[in-house]
């Protein structure tokens, strides 16, 4: 383990991870007791995004790196660290839908796509679990403005951008309700989420009374708002089997989940740390496992049942998460790094601030 780094968060990476594998992997045979849990009471792989992105707001913040240009090396570090293993799956995704005989996305879409700005363009996700990289992506911006007019680390700052992204899904939520459209309503959420978590690692790690205060207050924030948030855009389902109890229980588990294992339950094995460290690819790659698995199956061994598929579909996604961390996950971040350390080199002497490695 590197120097620095929390082992516990790369943990809590490789648990989200599998909710979200397992979700999409239970969820097309789910039936009776289990069909009912995951529709109507909690959505595991929502569980496990929130997880995600209060783990991005636990780590993204100090991941401007000290000396000069930080925001333009936090800007190269981010961009290697995301978008080769994201190319990637989308070549793969759609090779694997031109075996299947599937209709290709349009070429404006693939190029939407390409950015990973696709929602902000008006382009379909070609995989539906690329939304949540978009949020990533706007938190980034976020943090990277802040960070640049020096706010990034003052705690009410922090606290007035939770609270003001809980406010907008509030407003959303309401237009949701009376428009009977498709607010973005996840999108400010999951933003105020991530700042909380930028909150909760000063009050937990840090131990700073400030943060600790306002981070209890935001929880108590969302105990109070998400019942009327969840009500209001998911009581209507507008074409995605939508619940808003499933969608209010998936926020509150996840956050419990994430103060536990930040806390109370630190994981730090080394499976447990490894299935963090190739959460990415996992995240990206277990669809195209399961697709690979059905088409295999179909062409060779129609009669092979659902569980077997799923196993055999899991443990590919594993094969493969590991072996793109590897050979392009890793080298990308390596990459980085040296054209960081040039960057650095040619750039005029300064200091930024910065806490632990993430």
């Known amino acids: 383990m590197k120097p620095g780094r929390l082992a516990y968060i790369d943990s809590m990476r490789g648990i989200a991870a599998l909710l979200v594998v397992w979700m999409h992997n239970f969820q097309p045979i789910a039936t009776g007791a289990l069909r009912d849990l995951i529709y109507d009471v909690v959505d595991p792989g929502k569980v496990g995004v929130i997880v995600f992105f209060a783990i991005s707001g636990f780590v993204i913040p100090y991941s401007f790196p000290r000396g000069p240009a930080p925001i333009a090396r936090f800007t190269v570090s981010r961009i290697l660290r995301l978008y080769p293993a994201y190319w990637l799956s989308m070549v793969a995704w759609i090779a694997l839908m031109a075996i299947a005989g599937e209709a290709l996305p349009s070429a404006r879409t693939i190029l939407a796509n390409v950015t990973m700005a696709q929602t902000a363009l008006g382009q379909p996700n070609i995989i539906g679990i690329y939304w949540t990289l978009f949020i990533e992506l706007l938190f980034y911006v976020s943090c990277a403005v802040a960070f640049a007019l020096g706010l990034l680390y003052s705690a009410r700052f922090v606290f007035a951008a939770s609270i003001g992204f809980l406010v907008i899904a509030l407003l959303l ?3 949701r309700f009376y428009l009977e459209r498709k607010a973005p309503v996840a999108v400010p959420l ?7 978590g930028t909150l909760w690692r000063e009050a937990t790690l840090n131990q700073s009374a400030q943060h600790r205060r306002y981070a209890y207050w ?7 708002a998400m019942p009327p948030i969840s009500l209001l855009a998911y009581d209507i389902d507008l074409g995605l089997e939508e619940y808003w109890v499933r969608y209010m229980l998936s926020y509150y588990i996840a956050l419990a989940l994430f ?10 094995g080394r499976t447990a740390v ?8 996992l995240y990206l790659f277990h669809n195209h496992a399961k697709k690979a ?5 179909d062409a060779f061994a129609p009669g092979l049942n659902a569980l077997a598929r799923i196993a055999l579909a899991v443990a590919l996604s594993l ?15 390596e990459l980085g790094k040296r054209i960081n350390r040039a960057i650095a080199d040619r750039a005029p002497r300064g200091a930024a601030p910065v806490s632990l490695d993430p």
């Open 173 to 175: 939520a309401v237009a």
């Open 190 to 196: 999951s933003l105020s989420i991530m700042f909380w």
């Open 218 to 224: 935001m929880l108590a924030l969302y105990l109070v």
């Open 259 to 268: 103060m536990l294992l930040s806390t109370r339950i630190r994981m730090e």
């Open 274 to 281: 490894w299935l963090g460290r190739i959460s990415y690819s």
């Open 293 to 297: 698995i059905d088409l295999v199956a």
């Open 319 to 333: 094969v493969l998460a590991h072996a793109i961390f590897h050979v392009l996950e890793k080298p990308a971040i």
